[in-house]
C-alpha cells in the first residue's frame, strides 16, 4: 500500500526559531494536507494542497505540494510554545474527500522556552 | 465551519463486552465517513470507510465482524468495537466527507479513547 515518509520524526528548538517538516512518498497523491494533533485530541487541519507545485500560507506556516507529486513540506515561522505537537501530513490519491488518507508517522515538535 | 463530533471521548470496559462510538457530523451532511485507529506515539490507520445507506469498506487486517460499522443517516456513522479485548485498547476517531470536497472532506472528530480491562 501507499506509504509516507515523514521527517524528521522530532524536533527540539527554541522559541522563535523557524520549523521545517517534510513528507515524501512513492506514489503520487491528488490531495496533501498538514495536520496538527495535540494529546487526546484529533487531528485538526492546518493545511490543504490541491495541485502540483501549489505554495500556500496560513498565518505563520507555509506549506508546498510538491511538483512531482509524491512530496510536501510544512515550513512554520518564528515559533511559539503553543505550536507545540505532533504535525502530520497526509495524503489521498483521488482528491475530493472521496477517499480516506493515508498518513506519514508524525514530527513532534518540542519548544524549549 | 465544518465540525465532526465524536462521543464518547473516554470509555472503559470490561473484557468481552462490546462498545458503542458515535460520529456526526453537525453543519454537512457526511456521504463518507472514515474510521481510523491510533496506537499511543503512531500515526493514524484507517481502519474503514463507510457510504451513507451501504455497507462498510474495511482496509486489509481489519475484522469486520468485530468492527461493526453503520451509517444509517447523512450525519452519523457508529463503530461498535465487539466483544473487545485489551488489544483492543486504543485511541478511534473518525472524520467525514460531504464528497464537496475543499475543507469539509477532511475533518475530525477529537477521537475516543478505549481502555478494555
Known amino acids: 500500500g501507499q506509504q509516507l515518509n515523514q521527517s524528521p520524526q522530532s524536533m527540539f528548538i527554541q522559541e522563535g526559531e523557524d520549523v521545517s517538516m517534510n513528507c515524501t512518498s512513492s506514489s503520487i497523491f491528488n490531495t496533501w494536507l498538514w495536520y496538527k494533533q495535540d494529546p487526546g485530541e484529533g487531528p485538526v487541519l492546518l493545511i490543504a494542497?490541491?495541485?502540483?507545485?501549489e505554495l500556500t500560507s496560513n498565518g505563520r506556516l507555509t506549506a508546498q505540494f510538491g511538483i512531482t507529486r509524491k512530496d510536501s513540506f510544512l515550513n512554520i515561522s518564528a515559533s511559539i510554545p503553543s505550536d507545540v505537537g505532533i504535525y502530520f501530513c497526509?495524503?489521498?490519491?483521488?482528491?475530493?474527500?472521496?477517499?480516506?488518507?493515508?498518513f506519514g508517522k508524525g514530527t513532534h515538535l518540542i519548544i524549549q522556552p | 465551519g465544518a465540525v465532526v463530533s465524536q462521543h464518547p471521548s473516554w470509555v472503559i470496559c470490561k473484557s468481552g463486552t462490546s462498545v458503542k462510538i458515535e460520529c456526526r457530523s453537525l453543519d454537512f451532511q457526511a456521504t463518507t465517513m472514515f474510521w481510523y485507529r491510533q496506537f499511543p506515539k503512531q500515526s493514524l490507520m484507517l481502519m474503514a470507510t463507510?457510504?451513507?445507506?451501504?455497507?462498510?469498506?474495511?482496509e486489509q487486517g481489519v475484522e469486520k465482524d468485530k468492527f461493526l460499522i453503520n451509517h444509517a443517516s447523512l450525519t452519523l456513522s457508529t463503530l461498535t468495537v465487539t466483544s473487545a479485548h485489551p488489544e483492543d485498547s486504543s485511541f478511534y476517531i473518525c472524520s467525514a466527507s460531504d464528497r464537496g470536497g475543499g475543507i469539509y472532506g477532511y475533518t475530525f472528530g477529537s477521537g475516543t479513547r478505549l481502555t478494555v480491562v
Open positions: 497526509a495524503g489521498e490519491y483521488s482528491g475530493g474527500g472521496a477517499d480516506g488518507l493515508t
Open positions: 494542497l490541491y495541485k502540483a507545485g
Open positions: 463507510s457510504n451513507e445507506g451501504s455497507k462498510a469498506t474495511y
